[in-house]
């Protein structure tokens, strides 16, 4: 974990919103609304949110799968944003993507054979007898057997399906995979077996992993670092332990205190946020958050807070961390209690 | 171990003993499974067999009778069917069987290759007006429209009076017309796919336009397009007769089927069979397509699979 393998610089993705006979462009949708951080080589970057908090299209961005609208992107400290579509397509044997949806994500007229062979073909293995060892090695890396090649996606499990969805991502031997849900529509028993064999694969193979996901336990399970998203924006990130015993951000902690724990008897205490998430259409001015903070004060709904070294390595965006706002008190703020 | 417990234990293991003995689970591609679904299908085998006859009376039948489609043997007028003539005389002494044994060639050729040509420039200004979108697909759609605006047979014969009446102005004129439905048919299918996340997953895996469209759109939009294109040969099988009808088809000693029945409807009181078996041959051949079409069309959809 020396050199950052990604570096994203102030990444936005608005979608525009058309409306009228014509088609006009009457607003936007602001997905991905200024976004930076850094993933180091060989670590596990989890990035969580609510559903519609931009943390899909942030990955899907990374790989230009979804234009940026705005900013950077350094892969291997070369600028990729700017890059001609046929040196996209060439670098796409270096960052991969498992996708969510594993029913959706195979192409059902495909066997697994050509499924995983295809990336390998595109990318220059031109023997057929060569991909078809190849894909054999992959099945079997992936915990499924060589006999699987000649069958079709509807033949799997979803399990076994997302297997095939890992199988293909790896086939060229990537060194970073933006992995977006890839466990959030598989059932619980079946969620851990993936992790631990995509755990496994990283120690094999030194991947680099970005790993979105809602579910705060497997995040925190799988993950070195973690980041926080709210509304297209990063409130939050520091390493897995900084994050989930000492959470800065009052959005971070009101997620984290939603936590079930797997005791009945536990009275936890819960911040229970009111109101409903704006629309990322037309955001709060200021800080995206304050419309719901608990600890909201006149600075946020006019300025937004800048994202900044809270402590060592631990970042966040939030004006109740502003240094030069001495009238703030440092400590961790008290939490509303319900219970 | 009390009973329940041990039937508990027996689950947990079953998916692991499924694991083990699934090596022998039976391959079925997609098209396998929809020939298996086409063949429970009563009416759309009705419909195969009957196209199957019109093909081999196509090549086999004019072997089965001395005359040729044009020899006119003038004291043979107008005789009903025989043992010597088996489908009766036209009026200048032709043999009918003959005469409608070629003309199933010419129909089923022209069904052919009107849709095989409409289908190839359908296909291709479908997908670029669907894959790349933007003013490509606003003109690509406009010119569809305004074709469609015309009512089909209207807009053949304007373009058979362009190129001059003819067998194969007639077929162009066919393929022309059945363009624009094609052509919609695979855009929206074109549209739908795009979206889909294995076609995501094709470009992240860094596969070009052409290989995305060729191996994941195309192969995947196939259903609907066979359908339509079986539907269409019917389609374009009575454009044709409607086209030789009006003396804008075949030209005369050619048996189209069309033109056969235009030649005959002074004689239809006086000799019926000679509009009744072109007439038949027609209604038969384009039942038997649209038999086959919504077979196809109930095999390939994956709701009314059980």
Redesign the interface.
């Known amino acids: 974990m020396t050199k950052p393998l990604l570096k994203v610089e102030g990444l936005k993705k608005y979608f525009p919103i058309k409306g009228g006979v014509f088609g006009k462009v009457v607003g936007q949708v602001k997905a991905v609304d200024d976004v930076s951080f850094e993933v180091m080589e060989g670590e596990i970057l989890g990035i969580v949110g609510e559903s519609g908090c931009g943390k899909s299209t942030t990955g899907?961005t990374l790989?230009r799968?979804v234009e940026p609208t705005e900013g950077n992107i350094f892969f291997n400290d070369e600028s990729i944003t700017e890059l001609s579509d046929e040196k996209m397509?060439?670098?796409?044997?270096d960052m991969?993507?498992i996708?969510?949806?594993p029913y959706?994500?195979?192409?059902?007229?495909?066997?697994v054979e050509k499924i995983i062979g295809?990336?390998l073909l595109?990318?220059g293995m031109k023997s057929a007898q060569a991909r078809k060892e190849r894909v054999k090695q992959l099945l079997e890396v992936v915990g499924l057997?060589a006999?699987h090649a000649?069958?079709?996606p509807h033949?799997f499990s979803g399990g076994q399906r997302q297997r095939i969805?890992i199988a293909?991502a790896l086939?060229n031997n990537p060194k970073l995979i933006i992995c977006d849900e890839p466990v959030s529509a598989l059932d619980v028993s079946v969620q851990s077996q993936i992790l631990n064999l995509m755990e496994e694969l990283r120690d094999q193979f030194n991947l680099t992993y970005v790993f979105i996901a809602h579910d705060l336990s497997v995040v925190k399970h799988i993950s070195d670092r973690v980041g926080v998203m709210y509304l297209g924006r990063m409130v939050e990130l520091a390493n897995k332990d900084a994050l989930y015993d000492t959470p800065k951000h009052p959005y971070t902690q009101a997620l984290l205190s939603a936590v079930p724990l797997p005791d009945p008897d536990d009275k936890q205490d819960r911040i229970i946020l009111q109101g409903d998430v704006p629309s990322p259409a037309n955001p709060p001015t200021g800080c995206a958050f304050h419309t719901r903070c608990p600890y909201v004060m006149d600075v946020c709904k006019a300025v937004r807070p800048e994202w900044k070294e809270v402590s060592e390595d631990h970042f966040a965006a939030c004006h109740l961390y502003n240094d030069n706002d001495q009238s703030e008190e440092q400590q961790k703020p008290l939490m509303q209690v319900e219970s | 171990m009390t009973i329940e417990e041990k039937d508990h234990k027996d689950q947990r293991l079953a998916p692991q003993q499924q694991l083990l003995e699934d090596?022998d689970?039976e391959?079925?591609?997609?098209f396998r499974d929809a020939v298996r679904q086409l063949r429970k299908n009563r009416m759309a085998v009705a419909g195969f067999s009957v196209i199957v006859f019109f093909i081999l009376l196509g090549i086999f039948g004019p072997l089965f009778t001395p005359y040729t489609y044009d020899g006119q043997v003038l004291t043979n007028r107008l005789l009903p069917p025989s043992a010597e003539n088996w489908l009766g005389t036209d009026d200048v002494g032709r043999d009918l069987f003959t005469r409608v044994a070629y003309g199933a060639r010419i129909s089923l050729m022209v069904g052919f290759f009107a849709v095989t040509g409409a289908l190839f420039f359908g296909t291709i200004l479908g997908v670029i007006s669907g894959y790349y979108g933007r003013w490509i697909d606003m003109l690509i759609s406009r010119i569809f429209d305004i074709l469609l605006a015309f009512p089909s047979i209207l807009l053949a014969i304007a373009i058979v009076a362009i190129l001059g009446p003819s067998l194969q102005n007639a077929l162009i004129a066919i393929a022309i017309i059945n363009i624009p439905i094609f052509g919609r048919l695979v855009r929206s299918k074109v549209i739908s796919l795009r979206e889909?996340?294995?076609v995501?997953?094709?470009?992240?895996?860094?596969?070009?336009n052409g290989?995305i469209v060729m191996?994941?759109i195309l192969?995947?939009s196939l259903a609907p397009i066979i359908v339509q294109a079986t539907l269409g040969f019917g389609t374009a099988i009575l454009e044709a007769a409607a086209l030789g009808f009006l003396g804008l088809g075949a030209k005369a000693p050619k048996p189209e089927w069309g033109k056969m029945l235009a030649d005959s409807r002074d004689f239809i009181q006086l000799a019926p069979w000679t509009l009744i078996v072109p007439g038949l041959s027609i209604m038969l051949v384009v039942l038997g397509f649209n038999l086959i079409g919504d077979g196809l069309r109930d095999a390939l959809d994956p709701k009314m699979k059980n």
């Open positions: 899907k790989l799968l397509r060439l670098l796409r044997r991969q993507i996708f969510q949806d959706a994500s195979l192409n059902p007229r495909h066997t295809e990336p595109v990318h057997s006999y000649s069958r079709y033949q969805g293909r086939a | 090596e689970i391959v079925v591609s997609p889909e996340e294995f995501m997953a094709a470009r992240a895996q860094g596969m070009k290989r191996h994941h192969p995947n």
